[in-house]
């Protein structure tokens, strides 16, 4: 499998396709997931290379389905990874595994066992509790309210309040490295709710 023009291919389509108002779902947000997806591979000990390819072009495809559409982008994704990757040289199963990364990044993630998948579903969501938290959600607030999925501030903080506060990191070292600051962020939330009711 060529991983390096399947990756090369898919973030080209994204830096020139992907609507201008996704502020948050951008190519910058991918390359982020692709990254805190090796730093936890790294952590949780995944060592096979064909186990870190795969999920390293997952992470590179598991937005790509915003090319054809908002909702529902996980399965969207998954057509284009089935049209596409074959290729570039990656097997049907190779594909199935792929998709089975994706699909489990969907609201509300369910990765099951699968350490592969927990890494792409702690990866895509990292920012949560991260020191750049506020920056990274005041961009998908900017695209839902784009989109006319937010109609008001008080309505934007519920939905990230409820958002932070259904939310699990599923592997040790999300838990460790950002969980305690995801819960300062569930404070500082609604310390704004209470400023803003």
Known sequence: MNC????????????????????????HHTLDVVARARALADAEGITDPEQ?????????YHDAGFLTTYQGHEAAGCKLVRQLLPNFGYSSGQVDFICGLIMATQVPQSPGDSLPAQILCDADLDYLGRPDFWPISHSLRNELSDLGLIESEQAWQQLQLSFLQQHQYWTRSALSWREANKQDRILEVQALLNTIA
């Open 4 to 27: 390096q023009c399947a990756e090369d291919y898919v973030l080209e389509q994204l830096r020139q396709h992907l609507p201008a108002n996704l502020y948050y779902h951008g190519p």
């Open 52 to 60: 870190l390819a795969l999920l390293r072009t997952a992470a590179f």
